[in-house]
């Protein structure tokens, strides 16, 4: 799941949260989800978000934090 936020320090910006779901948290899931956080932590190109953060929930989901970019959903 993906959510728009809002970051405050150190530069106020809007960010794009991706979280795994609740009840999705099987291991295979995370296993893919921590792969693409960590290929997209390593990319450098002007047509992919940039990853801001990373971390856990208090609940325990990993998430990361990604540059908003503004556009029409694909799905």
Same mark, same amino acid.
């Given at each position: 799941?993906?959510?728009?936020?809002?970051?405050?320090?150190?530069? $106020? $910006?809007?960010?794009?949260?991706?979280?795994?779901?609740?009840?999705?948290?099987?291991?295979?899931?995370?296993? $893919?989800?921590?792969?693409? $956080?960590?290929?997209?932590?390593?990319?450098?190109?002007?047509?992919?978000?940039?990853?801001?953060?990373?971390?856990?929930?208090?609940?325990?989901?990993?998430?990361?934090?990604?540059?908003?970019?503004?556009?029409?959903?694909?799905?």
């Amino acid at each position: 799941v993906v959510y728009l936020g809002h970051q405050e320090e150190p530069i $106020r $910006r809007d960010v794009a949260i991706k979280v795994v779901q609740a009840g999705m948290q099987s291991r295979s899931i995370l296993a $893919r989800f921590e792969s693409e $956080r960590q290929v997209l932590a390593l990319m450098n190109h002007p047509a992919v978000a940039k990853v801001i953060d990373a971390g856990t929930t208090e609940s325990g989901s990993p998430y990361f934090v990604m540059e908003y970019v503004e556009g029409s959903p694909i799905d």
